[in-house]
């Protein structure tokens, strides 16, 4: 079996659909290669791991390094540039911190080179989404080693929202496409981003990762929902589509007050969503058929329980403003697969000329989206929909969601 090492900068238990969406890949990949997983960070927000769901203290000012079922944990404590980043005053000082974080990947790659050549991995694996990962990844590429990015998104569309210089986002840039460049291959997100890299680098090493290894789907949720019980759906992580979560939540409050059908719709999230949740409750007069739960986020193994055990429905809302379309969009892709993971029927709200929905049309799951963007889509009508459709008819659907994509891709981008 080829021997396969994954580099990502964030935990087991981020929060983000694109770390999900990470963690989806390297689980998949076990299947035909010896996979190893490697954390690295400098950054102080990340001293904690999370190790088979057992929470690892990082002790600051030295490194820790463990070994647990392939799981490695490495701390580099050479600087905390994300103290003070995004707050830096001058376009000056801004540079000044990119420039370190370029020194700080060179030299952490000399010391991951060498443990690479020692262990034998033939391929090495990183999720590019943060400038430290993108210049670690060119750093690594520059002393030899065979790299395949993961991109989830360009980096213009997330440096827009934050208040840093031209030049300093030419670097980013630059780097990053350099990155697409010089890789052996590249695994993406999405369709949309494959058409866009493609213009910078040979569309045949660019690769479609949707994730598609899921455990077996929990028998309780293959059934008809019954219209009598409570209909529990589950929104996880940001609330960036705050009209989509506002029209579809009045909706669902109007039709309880006519229908037979108790609905509950929970929020998992951090403080900044639930204050954004709050807000959009607010001017709605809530039905009391209609049960609202506001809980914070859970480590994703124990938020894949919850789901498993307690949802039906997992909510996909899609952001009008624009500013966010471009953030986020890449990412939603995961968002929607990880629902299914816990075996939810995920629903999409939102336009129909979006990755997301391409995604869907992909998969013959179009059935499964409220298009924000036509009169005639009604919550109750995707009511309707849930109760009339056999429950083997959607285990198919999920078959065919789940096949050979990512599999194939993956086997392909390491050849």
Same mark, same amino acid.
């Given at each position: ?51 088979? *769901? ?6 600051? *000012?030295?490194?820790? @390094? ?33 420039? @370190? ?9 000399? %010391? ?25 990844? =060119?750093?690594? %590429? ?17 440096? $827009? ?11 980013? =840039? ?23 890299? $493609? %213009?910078?680098? =040979? ?59 108790? &609905? ?20 709605? =007069? ?6 609202? *739960? ?9 938020? @894949? ?89 959607? &285990? ?10 990512? $599999? ?8």
């Amino acid at each position: 079996m080829k021997k396969i090492l994954f580099i990502s900068e964030f935990d087991l238990n981020a929060q983000s659909s694109g770390c999900l969406h990470f963690f989806d890949i390297y689980t998949n990949a076990k299947l035909f290669a010896d996979c190893t997983f490697l954390k690295v960070s400098n950054i102080y927000r990340h001293t904690n791991a999370f190790i088979d *769901g057992e929470k690892v203290s990082v002790p600051k *000012g030295r490194p820790l @390094q463990c070994i647990q079922e392939n799981y490695i944990y490495y701390n580099f404590t050479t600087s905390t540039y994300y103290d003070h980043e995004y707050n830096y005053p001058t376009d000056l000082e801004r540079s000044i911190i990119i420039n @370190q974080i370029k020194f700080i990947s060179s030299v952490d790659s000399k %010391i991951i080179q060498k443990w690479i050549l020692e262990k034998g991995y033939e391929k090495v694996v990183i999720f590019a989404h943060e400038p430290y990962s993108i210049f670690l990844a =060119n750093s690594l %590429i520059s002393k030899g080693l065979t790299l395949v990015p993961i991109v989830m998104d360009l980096p213009e569309m997330r440096v $827009s929202l934050l208040n840093i210089s031209k030049q300093t986002t030419k670097i980013i =840039n630059d780097s990053f496409m350099d990155l697409i460049k010089n890789a052996h291959a590249v695994l993406c997100a999405s369709d949309s981003g494959i058409e866009i890299l $493609s %213009i910078f680098t =040979n569309k045949s090493k660019l690769f479609t990762a949707y994730s598609t290894f899921r455990r077996k789907f929990n028998q309780r949720l293959a059934k008809k929902i019954d219209i009598k019980a409570r209909v529990k759906i589950a929104l996880a992580g940001q609330v960036y589509a705050k009209d989509s979560l506002h029209k579809f939540l009045y909706e669902i409050n109007e039709y309880t007050k006519s229908s037979e059908l108790n &609905i509950q719709f929970d929020l998992y999230g951090d403080s900044k969503a639930q204050q954004t949740f709050l807000a959009i409750l607010k001017p709605i =007069n809530i039905d009391k058929k209609l049960k609202i *739960g506001i809980f914070d986020y859970l480590p994703h193994n124990e938020l @894949q329980k919850r789901f498993e055990e307690n949802y039906h429905i997992g909510y996909v809302p899609y952001p009008t403003d624009a500013s966010l379309v471009n953030t986020v969009k890449y990412s939603f892709p995961s968002k929607f697969v990880s629902y299914i993971e816990a075996g939810l029927i995920p629903i999409y709200h939102g336009p129909r000329n979006s990755s997301v929905y391409r995604l869907l049309d992909q998969f013959d799951l179009t059935g499964l989206a409220i298009v924000s963007d036509e009169s005639t889509s009604s919550f109750a009508n995707l009511v309707n929909f849930i109760q009339n459709m056999p429950s083997e008819s959607y &285990i198919e659907m999920s078959k065919k969601f789940n096949q050979e994509n990512l $599999s194939v891709s993956l086997k392909a981008a390491f050849q």
